[in-house]
């Protein structure tokens, strides 16, 4: 190193000297020139003339980041995420995709800049008991469509009970999306 690189800088050409050294002093994983043609970065701070190693970079990976706040238990809203390149301090669990998002919660509150993270979400609860539903029935070649009252709460892919207050009919449906379930289908016999 050239001089003192801190843990997160960019390493490159401007940061780093070429120097020759005895092979039984230069560790067994030493950086070289074509190491460094794509963006690396220092996972840790690197004195004035050290050695840089494999162990020292990282290359960045897309995370996604919080960047307005989400109380605790609120569905998710991608809108208030961005997925930006981070290169240090990354926890094993952080999320590196937006897709399918929309149908978790948050399980604490999250702030502004965090790194989202498996562990702070949770399912989101999709349909309320009491909530009209929009309840979709049908075979392979129909498909009927009707406003059912949930009596539980649901969460995605889970079986809820609904009915119909003007004829107390009672429905058993599957969860998929907010707001809205499948009934179950009975295989007919001929």
């Given at each position: 190193a050239n001089g003192l690189i801190r843990k997160g800088?960019?390493?490159g050409e401007q940061n780093l000297?070429?120097?020759?050294v005895r092979e039984q002093r230069a560790p067994r994983d030493f950086l070289v020139a074509k190491d460094i043609e794509n963006r690396v970065y220092a996972l840790r701070n690197l004195p004035a003339g050290a050695?840089?190693?494999?162990r020292?970079?990282?290359?960045?990976?897309?995370v996604v980041v919080?960047?307005?706040?989400?109380?605790?238990?609120?569905?998710?809203?991608?809108t208030t995420l961005s997925v930006?390149?981070?290169?240090v301090d990354i926890p094993k669990d952080v999320v590196t995709s937006l897709r399918g998002l929309?149908?978790?919660?948050?399980?604490?509150?999250?702030?502004?800049?965090?790194?989202?993270?498996?562990?702070?979400l949770m399912k989101a609860k999709l349909v309320k008991?009491?909530?009209?539903?929009?309840?979709?029935?049908g075979g392979s070649n129909f498909a009927i469509v009707s406003e059912l009252t949930a009596s539980e709460d649901g969460y995605l892919g889970e079986q809820i009970r609904l009915y119909n207050p003007e004829t107390d009919r009672k429905v058993s449906a599957i969860v998929t999306g907010m707001g809205k379930a499948r009934t179950l289908i009975t295989p007919t016999t001929q």
């Amino acid at each position: 190193a050239n001089g003192l690189i801190r843990k997160g800088d960019l390493v490159g050409e401007q940061n780093l000297q070429k120097r020759w050294v005895r092979e039984q002093r230069a560790p067994r994983d030493f950086l070289v020139a074509k190491d460094i043609e794509n963006r690396v970065y220092a996972l840790r701070n690197l004195p004035a003339g050290a050695i840089v190693t494999q162990r020292d970079i990282v290359a960045p990976q897309q995370v996604v980041v919080v960047a307005a706040a989400v109380p605790a238990r609120s569905p998710i809203d991608v809108t208030t995420l961005s997925v930006v390149e981070r290169a240090v301090d990354i926890p094993k669990d952080v999320v590196t995709s937006l897709r399918g998002l929309q149908l978790m919660a948050a399980s604490r509150l999250l702030h502004p800049g965090d790194m989202l993270r498996r562990r702070d979400l949770m399912k989101a609860k999709l349909v309320k008991r009491g909530q009209r539903v929009s309840v979709t029935s049908g075979g392979s070649n129909f498909a009927i469509v009707s406003e059912l009252t949930a009596s539980e709460d649901g969460y995605l892919g889970e079986q809820i009970r609904l009915y119909n207050p003007e004829t107390d009919r009672k429905v058993s449906a599957i969860v998929t999306g907010m707001g809205k379930a499948r009934t179950l289908i009975t295989p007919t016999t001929q």
